[in-house]
């Protein structure tokens, strides 16, 4: 029968031999090589945003413009771009994730980022989309007025935000109006 003693000291020399066994294999093992860090961001290009189609005062507005220009329907917007309606504006948008938003009358709505993986277009599938066909990121943004969206199904490796001066919501696809209303002030009020 081995003691107490000679136990301990059996486990000790085995554990010993492991962790020295363990690390001579590992140490001789091939190191994976460093590859270049992709991002979901880096697979992605600008994606495709189209003003389908406006009434009333609307125009287009920018940080190298920010006084804005009256658009034509068919124009495509880019991050950066500002769409501001008057009290009888409205403009439709249409992205290429299959996501379509109408701004509603005395509204400033803005355009942050819009990436999307490519894919190839086609405008008769693009009308048949029930989820957006490839991953995109989208970042918007409400400072007052109100939206109305219509986001298809996004894939597990998009995301999408619309940021207002109260909040953040994030969107995984659905249909909602978003309202931002400010006071005589120019602050937003809360309903």
């Keep these: 029968m081995i003691s107490q003693k000679q136990f301990q000291k059996m486990a000790a020399a085995f554990v010993f031999l492991f962790f020295t066994i363990s690390t001579a294999v ?10 270049p860090s992709v991002t979901k961001a880096d697979e992605m290009s600008p994606g495709l945003i189209v003003l389908t189609g406006f009434e009333g005062d609307v125009k287009i507005a920018s940080a190298k413009n920010p006084v804005g220009i009256t658009p034509s329907a068919g124009a495509k917007l880019q991050k950066g771009d500002i769409i ?8 439709s948008l249409a992205f290429s994730n299959g996501s379509v ?3 509603q009358n005395s509204s400033k709505f803005s ?3 819009y990436l999307q993986k490519p894919w190839d277009f086609d405008e008769a599938a693009f009308k048949k989309l029930d989820k957006e066909p490839t991953s995109s990121q989208t970042k918007l943004k409400l400072d007052y007025g109100d939206v109305i969206c219509n986001v298809k199904k996004l894939s597990a490796a998009s995301e999408m935000s619309v940021s207002t001066p109260l909040g953040v919501a994030g ?3 659905t249909t909602f109006k978003l309202t931002v209303r400010i006071n005589a002030n120019g602050a937003p009020q809360r309903a």
């Design 26 to 35: 590992l140490a001789q093992a091939p190191q994976p090589t460093a590859s």
């Design 84 to 91: 501001l309606t008057g009290a009888d504006g409205t403009a």
């Design 101 to 103: 938003l109408q701004v």
């Design 111 to 113: 355009i942050e980022e």
């Design 171 to 173: 969107i995984r696809g």
